[in-house]
């Protein structure tokens, strides 16, 4: 990946480093607890937290080369890191504000704070750290829906075919619950608060936004960057 300089490069391995062990540790660690602790034992690559760490971990090891090999990150790889880091941003705010109040002292284990906390923090730098190195236009900000939508299909195939994601459980979060008193497109007082529908449009929206907010961001520092090395950044815009 080029456009950057030597001592961003070592900063981004290290954040890209941190993200690899701990979404590897982490996984490991919830795959070996067990199956009756929550998404935990065989079934834990069946849970978007997972997933979105595994996803996050190769494309983050994959940047790795790119930026040690020189190559041109091209026009599709910095997309990709993109939804990545969305995907991986939607774990932890999800986990964090959503799934944690729920939990309660159970939510912060090792393995769940470093699935998610540690990996989409520094996952987050990373992105915003390389983002002076492409450009990536705001249309494509709709493709950050992408891995959600098909996570919620999965879900509710899951849900209608029985899978187990949990023992006795056919459903991977509370708000993917289709059977809940609050069904598709209900509200309770308590938990869920509304339908599974509601809240995968909810979820949706606030993925739009803060896809958004990040590339404005991601866009504010490469002006910087412009600012600071007009001749590199011109280099940069090139290969965009």
Known sequence: MKGLSKAQKLISFVLKCIVAVS???????????????????????????????IAIAIICITGCILM?????????WPVVKYVGTIAITLTGVVFGFVLAPTLGARAWTVPNTLTHLVVPVAAVLD??????????????????IIPPVLYA???????????????GTYYPYFFLNWGSPAGA??????????????????????LLVIGYIYL???GFIRRMAIGKDPDQASGTRKRS
């Not at 009756?36 to 690559?45: A, I, L, T, W």
């Not at 195939?157 to 023992?167: A, C, D, N, Q, T």
């Not at 497109?185 to 949706?204: D, E, N, Q, R, V």
Request: proline share 1%; net charge positive; hydrophobic share 55%.
């Open 153 to 167: 299909i999965y879900a509710g195939i899951g849900y209608v075919l029985k899978w187990e994601f949990y023992e």
């Open 185 to 206: 497109f209900g509200f309770t007082k308590g938990l869920p608060f509304m339908g599974t529908a509601w809240w995968i449009l909810a979820l949706l929206v606030f």
């Open 216 to 218: 404005v961001i991601a």
């Open 127 to 144: 992105f915003f750290l390389v983002s002076t190195a492409f450009e990536i236009k705001r249309i494509n900000t709709l493709f950050v």
């Open 68 to 76: 040690f090999t020189a190559r041109s990150a091209g026009r599709v």
């Open 23 to 53: 979404a590897v540790t982490g996984t490991v660690m919830s795959a070996i607890a067990g199956s009756k602790s929550f998404m935990g034992g065989r079934r834990v690559f069946m849970y978007f937290t997972i997933q979105s760490n």
